[in-house]
Nanobody, 122 residues
Framework: QVQLVESGGGLVQAGGSLRLSCAAS????????MGWFRQAPGKEREFVAA????????YYADSVKGRFTISRDNAKNTLYLQMNSLKPEDTAVYYC???????????????WGQGTQVTVSS
């Protein structure tokens, strides 16, 4: 069992930056591949980015490629998402996710955080 707690969300103007963090407790984070998903009002939860357990090997949704960077510090049991050049369409609740497989598929996620709100104003 692993518990995930996100932080770092907030309100930012378009073109700005935010860094999300996800702290894990319970089992060590290095046991899992990790990812970020997001859900905007009235929309389904969608994949944003994923990183392999070893930290080498990442995968991004086309909508964030070149603007967002996922990283992890297994020693600190923490996952990060650096978000640059934010757009209003990035507004959503962002969720941290842990899985035994390197995936972008929601149904393959084993553990979810509670989410953190990111709002980008135009």
């Amino acid at each position: 069992q692993v518990q995930l707690v996100e932080s770092g969300g907030g309100l930012v103007q378009a073109g700005g930056s935010l860094r999300l963090s996800c702290a894990a407790s319970g089992r060590t984070l290095s046991s899992y591949h990790m990812g970020w998903f997001r859900q905007a009002p009235g929309k389904e939860r969608e994949f944003v980015a994923a990183i392999r357990w070893i930290g080498i090997g990442t995968y991004y949704a086309d909508s964030v490629k070149g603007r967002f960077t996922i990283s992890r510090d297994n020693a600190k049991n923490t996952l990060y998402l650096q978000m640059n050049s934010l757009k209003p369409e990035d507004t959503a609740v962002y969720y941290c996710a842990a899985s035994g497989v390197f995936t972008r598929i929601r149904d393959e996620i084993a553990y979810w955080g509670q989410g953190t709100q990111v709002t980008v104003s135009s």
